[in-house]
Each structure stands twice: as structure tokens, then as C-alpha cells.
Nanobody
Framework: QVQLVESGGGLVQAGDSLRLSCLFS????????TGWFRQAPGKEREFVAS????????SYSESVKGRFTISRDMAKNTMYLQMVSLKPEDTAVYYC??????????????WGQGTQVTVSS
């Protein structure tokens, strides 16, 4: 079975850094776009960042641009999200996901279980 497993979340103070990891297993995602999404309590899921697996083209939401960096280690089938200058507004459950680039992310077929990031003031 295809699995995506996030790790690296935790409780930090504003201004701190965290690195999230997403391990892919069960299949390769060479033709897919992979990315990070987050959902805060009472809010809808939102896009954070994405990277095309083969080419490495990246995209970021305006709210995280300049603070977060998405990357991947193809040999390890692992995607990362380096988060710096964290703000309380970044508090959310962070999910990694993968799917064909031509599909809306709302119907991407593969999602992880999420990892909690909490940023205190």
C-alpha cells in the first residue's frame, strides 16, 4: 500500500525553526507533484509549498515565501519542509501529499496522516 508518513513537528517558540520530513513508500512518484499543506483548528486546509519530483520546480504560498523551503532527496524518497522564523499563525497540522500535477490538489490521491506544529508567542 502507498504510504506517506510525516515527522518532525513539535512545539516551538516564535522565531524558531523546524524541519518536517515526509517519507514516501509503496511506489515511486517520479511523474508527480508533491507538496505540503496545513490545516489550523476551525479553518480550511491550505496549500503551503510544492515540488515536482523529477524536475524540482517549486511553488510557495505567499504567507510562507522566504521563510519555508521545500526540497526532496530522491534516493531516500523523502520530502522536506525547512521552516524558519516561525510565527504563531503557522500553527497547524501539516500534511504531505502527492498527485498528478494536472489534478486539483483537492483530489490528489495520496496523503499523510499529518504532524502537529505549534508555535507559541
Amino acid at each position: 500500500q502507498v504510504q506517506l508518513v510525516e515527522s518532525g513537528g513539535g512545539l516551538v517558540q516564535a522565531g524558531d525553526s523546524l524541519r518536517l520530513s515526509c517519507l514516501f513508500s509503496g511506489r515511486t512518484f517520479g511523474s508527480y507533484v508533491t507538496g505540503w499543506f496545513r490545516q489550523a483548528p476551525g479553518k480550511e486546509r491550505e496549500f503551503v509549498a510544492s515540488i515536482s519530483w523529477n524536475v524540482g520546480r517549486t511553488s510557495y504560498s505567499e504567507s510562507v515565501k522566504g521563510r519555508f523551503t521545500i526540497s526532496r532527496d530522491m534516493a531516500k524518497n523523502t520530502m522536506y519542509l525547512q521552516m524558519v522564523s516561525l510565527k504563531p499563525e503557522d500553527t497547524a497540522v501539516y500534511y504531505c501529499a502527492a498527485g498528478p500535477g494536472y489534478l486539483s490538489t483537492s483530489v490528489w490521491p495520496y496523503w499523510g496522516q499529518g504532524t502537529q506544529v505549534t508555535v507559541s508567542s
